[in-house]
């Protein structure tokens, strides 16, 4: 007799979130984000999920969603994809005006929710931002982040110019974003050097 496995087939397909940071002067970063979009676009493959949302004053919000695409399995739909991915991408940051506040922990929560939508093996979330958030008066993030099984990395984490008088506040920042994400069951990293061979691997 033959045993019969329960085991399901491993689920290689990847789902990626990238946040981009429209606060203050953050803005002028936004070309370097675009090379982190062209680079994804390369190298994602059929059936693997991508979409850029932008983190503003309020960014529990569907409609911060840029651009989302399912990758086709036929090459030539594919390339057209990426195409108008990184044209839609591309007029967003030509016209893209600064928030005054800075919502991470809702753009994370709409993140997590996506991702969980797509039911891919892989969930990776990526945070351009300087993480410095800045919540409107009344809004409450006081949540956990639930995040077993997903990879968060922080991308150009910039300095602000108080960091430069206490660099104390820029570690405490990069800290408490450790904790939070780490202590959700997510892994963590940060990297800011964006030419490394590695930093944008998946």
Same mark, same amino acid.
């Given at each position: ?10 689920? #290689? =397909?990847?789902?990626? #979130? ?19 979009? %062209?680079?994804?676009?390369? &190298? @994602?493959?059929? /059936? ?9 004053? /309020?960014?529990? %919000?569907?409609?911060? *969603? *840029? ?12 390339? +057209? =994809? ?21 919502? *991470? ?10 991702? %969980? ?6 969930? &990776?979330?990526? *945070?351009?931002?300087? @993480? ?5 008066? /009344?809004?409450? +993030?006081?949540?956990?982040?639930? @995040? ?31 904790? +939070?994400?780490?202590? /959700? ?14 930093? @944008?691997?998946?």
């Amino acid at each position: 007799m033959t045993a019969c496995s329960s085991d399901q087939p491993k689920n #290689y =397909q990847r789902g990626v #979130y990238l946040l981009l940071d429209t606060s203050g002067t953050y803005t002028q970063e936004l070309e370097k984000a675009q090379q982190i979009i %062209n680079y994804m676009l390369a &190298h @994602l493959e059929p /059936g693997d999920s991508f979409a850029v949302a932008r983190i503003d004053s /309020g960014s529990f %919000n569907e409609k911060d *969603i *840029i651009a989302k695409v399912v990758l086709d399995a036929r090459p030539s739909a594919s390339n +057209r =994809q990426k195409r108008e991915f990184a044209a839609t991408v591309d007029a967003f940051v030509k016209q893209v005006k600064s928030s005054a506040y800075t919502d *991470i922990s809702g753009g994370l929560l709409q993140a997590i929710e996506f991702l %969980n939508e797509t039911n891919v093996g892989q969930k &990776h979330i990526l *945070i351009f931002s300087d @993480l410095k958030e800045e919540l409107p008066e /009344g809004f409450v +993030r006081d949540f956990d982040l639930v @995040l077993d099984g997903f990879t968060v990395k922080a991308l150009n984490v910039t300095k602000l110019r108080s960091d430069n008088q206490d660099p104390g506040e820029y570690l405490e920042r990069v800290s408490q974003w450790q904790e +939070r994400v780490v202590s /959700g069951g997510g892994s963590w990293a940060v990297v800011n050097d964006l030419d490394r061979s590695d930093a @944008l691997s998946l």
